[in-house]
């Protein structure tokens, strides 16, 4: 008997894109399980290549999260969908590449969505995916060097981490976007940065501002 893949998805919900260029527009958010940068373990973030991360993407425990296959997968986030406007989907995680295949871009794709991506930028892009966000992290190699748009979060103390890395690699939009860190505000500095150094735009998560997921 063949058994079909299965993608774990941790969550999947109908939100407003957050972040970034594509910021206010309604998207599915497919969020995957699993993080080639962190366990996802609070016990291990010490330890972690990516320190700060906001996300719980841990198991299938989450609002619509499960063992999907392709169509089933399919059949979710085009459930989610109310009709009207150009169907959005935006794969993220947890690292979603682990996962995100030609074959589930493509069933996305046969039901009338544009399927972004959010990636730490260590695992190589599938082709066929409609808009790549890259979010490069201090002591990851980044192999991904061209997409849609570069948000960084900002500040990263390490050298490899600062903007200045980033501003010639083949990206149409440069975002940074302040760390969120509960004893610290980051805005401040990014603002400042971004008026000293034109190229770069500020993301703010603007899901949190307005408190929906
Ligand atoms: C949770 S990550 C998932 C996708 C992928 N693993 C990545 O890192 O791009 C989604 C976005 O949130 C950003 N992010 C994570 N933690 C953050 C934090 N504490 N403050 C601001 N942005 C954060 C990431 O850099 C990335 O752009
Ligand atoms: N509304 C909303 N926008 C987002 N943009 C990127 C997110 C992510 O976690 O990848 C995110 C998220 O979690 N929620
Ligand atoms: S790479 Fe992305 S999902 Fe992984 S720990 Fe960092 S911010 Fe979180
Ligand atoms: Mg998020």
């Known amino acids: 008997m063949s058994r079909q893949r299965t993608y774990k998805i941790k969550e999947c ?3 407003l894109q957050g972040e970034g260029a594509q910021a206010g527009r309604a998207a599915v958010f497919l969020r995957f399980t699993g993080c080639n940068l962190w366990s996802g373990r609070e016990e291990d973030r010490h330890e972690a290549v990516c320190k700060f991360c906001d996300t719980d993407f841990i198991g299938t425990d ?12 399919g059949d979710l986030v085009q459930s ?6 150009r169907p959005y989907v935006v794969c993220t995680g947890g690292e979603p590449l682990l996962q995100l295949d030609e074959p589930l871009i493509g069933e996305l ?6 399927v972004a991506v959010e990636t730490n930028g260590t695992v190589p892009v599938p082709e066929s995916i409609d808009w790549v966000c890259v979010s490069p992290k ?5 192999i991904v060097t061209r997409g849609d748009e570069l948000k960084l979060v900002f500040p990263q103390s390490e050298a490899e ?18 760390k969120d860190e509960a004893d610290a505000d980051h805005t401040p500095a990014t603002v400042a940065y971004c008026m ?10 603007t899901h949190k501002l307005m408190g929906i997921d």
């Open 161 to 178: 981490a600062q903007p200045e890395q980033f501003t010639q690699l083949d990206f149409e939009h440069f975002f940074l976007q302040p």
């Open 13 to 15: 919900f109908y939100t």
């Open 62 to 73: 989450g609002q619509n999260g499960g063992r999907y296959t392709q169509v089933q997968c």
């Open 138 to 142: 201090a002591n990851a190699d980044l």
């Open 196 to 205: 000293a150094h034109p190229q770069w735009r500020i993301s703010l998560q």
């Open 109 to 114: 794709q046969s039901r009338g969505f544009e």
């Open 80 to 85: 989610l969908w109310p009709g009207g406007g």
